[in-house]
């Protein structure tokens, strides 16, 4: 007997191991759900520049951005300046099935795309808001911060589609047209802001965790080079939750725990909800980038006050 298979021309091994430490789940189950899922999680990961969480038995997860030198030469690439690192990255695109269940075997757990296309770096396709309770307990929270959100959308005329995030929060994605990295940063902001004016209590873009309290935290961040991980991606938590698709009006009646990589494919039967969830692609207002224009970057806002806390430490 013999857990080796091969699928697709792809050789998979190992499949009744364990997945991680507290996953469980077997690596068969990893790629039994992205196998049963691949023709919606590919259509959001096509022609995107992708890291992935891998994981390796008794080493702790790692994220993975250049794809390895032993990858089939079947495994699209695109190479990418790093300002940040100063050296190139060849990032994996995952366009097919094959490539799917070759980083599945590779025990990538964990989808993280760009959210622009290969070659338009500057052309981002969504303005994402990260909707993050301070627990997983403040589950409930969250989708209330989410509601304002949505408002504040509304009040500009825009809306989006929400998911889980397979971790303890939500993800609200608005699909944009022709709109450039800036501009989308600067909206992302002023949404963020607005939603927090709705109500303060409950709702914070201070980017300073010591700063938020109880209160749920509207990260306003995922811009530019970010990436966000996937609708249908499972995540490495315990359980190998998965970030999934949910109505608006369903927000109050599920909890991030009830997708699961043994449960979400079922759950899903034969319809995209990610895709038939999702607006069509938008304009910005204009009055909402200029007001964003103003508000000053969250990581280096949080830079200098965090170096000004600590001077007043010392002194």
């Given at each position: 007997m013999?857990?080796?298979?091969?699928?697709d021309?792809v050789?998979?091994?190992n499949?009744?191991?364990?997945?991680?430490?507290?996953?469980?789940?077997a690596k068969?189950?990893l790629?039994d759900?992205?196998d049963?899922v691949r023709?919606r999680?590919?259509?959001v990961l096509?022609d995107?520049?992708l890291?992935?969480?891998?994981v390796?038995?008794g080493?702790a997860?790692?994220?993975q951005?250049n794809?390895?030198s032993?990858a089939?030469?079947?495994v699209r690439?695109?190479?990418?300046w790093a300002?940040?690192?100063q050296?190139?990255?060849?990032y994996?695109?995952c366009d097919?099935?094959r490539t799917?269940?070759?980083?599945?075997?590779?025990?990538?757990?964990e989808?993280h795309p760009?959210?622009?296309h290969?070659?338009?770096w500057?052309r981002p396709?969504h303005?994402?808001?990260?909707?993050?309770?301070p627990?997983a307990e403040?589950?409930?929270?969250?989708v209330g911060?989410?509601?304002?959100v949505?408002?504040a959308?509304?009040d500009?005329?825009?809306?989006g589609?929400v998911?889980?995030s397979?971790?303890?929060?939500?993800?609200?994605?608005v699909p944009?047209?022709?709109?450039?990295?800036?501009?989308v940063?600067?909206?992302t902001?002023?949404?963020?802001v607005?939603?927090e004016?709705?109500?303060?209590?409950l709702?914070?873009?201070?980017f300073i965790?010591?700063?938020?309290g109880?209160r749920?935290?509207?990260?306003?961040?995922r811009?530019?080079?970010?990436?966000?991980?996937a609708a249908?991606?499972?995540?490495?938590?315990?359980g190998?939750?998965?970030?999934?698709?949910?109505a608006w009006d369903d927000?109050d009646r599920?909890?991030?725990?009830?997708?699961?990589?043994?449960?979400?494919?079922?759950?899903?039967?034969?319809a995209?909800?990610?895709?038939d969830?999702?607006p069509?692609?938008?304009?910005?207002?204009?009055d909402l980038?200029?007001e964003g224009?103003?508000?000053?970057?969250?990581r280096?806002?949080?830079m200098h006050e965090?170096?000004?806390r600590?001077?007043a430490?010392?002194g």
């Amino acid at each position: 007997m013999t857990s080796d298979e091969v699928r697709d021309g792809v050789t998979l091994t190992n499949l009744d191991r364990p997945l991680f430490d507290d996953a469980g789940a077997a690596k068969r189950d990893l790629v039994d759900y992205l196998d049963a899922v691949r023709d919606r999680i590919v259509p959001v990961l096509r022609d995107r520049p992708l890291s992935v969480v891998r994981v390796r038995e008794g080493q702790a997860p790692f994220m993975q951005k250049n794809v390895p030198s032993y990858a089939p030469d079947w495994v699209r690439t695109v190479t990418v300046w790093a300002e940040s690192s100063q050296r190139r990255v060849s990032y994996a695109l995952c366009d097919d099935r094959r490539t799917l269940l070759w980083l599945a075997n590779q025990r990538a757990v964990e989808y993280h795309p760009a959210l622009v296309h290969a070659g338009h770096w500057d052309r981002p396709t969504h303005l994402v808001l990260d909707i993050d309770p301070p627990s997983a307990e403040a589950f409930p929270r969250a989708v209330g911060a989410a509601r304002l959100v949505a408002l504040a959308l509304a009040d500009a005329g825009l809306s989006g589609a929400v998911k889980t995030s397979g971790a303890k929060g939500l993800h609200v994605f608005v699909p944009l047209e022709g709109e450039t990295t800036e501009d989308v940063a600067a909206a992302t902001r002023a949404l963020g802001v607005r939603a927090e004016r709705l109500d303060p209590a409950l709702a914070t873009t201070a980017f300073i965790r010591e700063d938020r309290g109880d209160r749920v935290f509207v990260d306003s961040t995922r811009s530019g080079g970010a990436t966000v991980v996937a609708a249908y991606s499972p995540r490495v938590r315990p359980g190998v939750p998965v970030s999934f698709p949910v109505a608006w009006d369903d927000l109050d009646r599920i909890t991030p725990g009830d997708f699961t990589v043994r449960t979400a494919a079922r759950l899903l039967r034969d319809a995209d909800p990610w895709a038939d969830l999702m607006p069509e692609p938008q304009r910005l207002p204009r009055d909402l980038v200029e007001e964003g224009h103003t508000i000053p970057v969250a990581r280096v806002q949080a830079m200098h006050e965090g170096k000004r806390r600590a001077r007043a430490r010392r002194g």
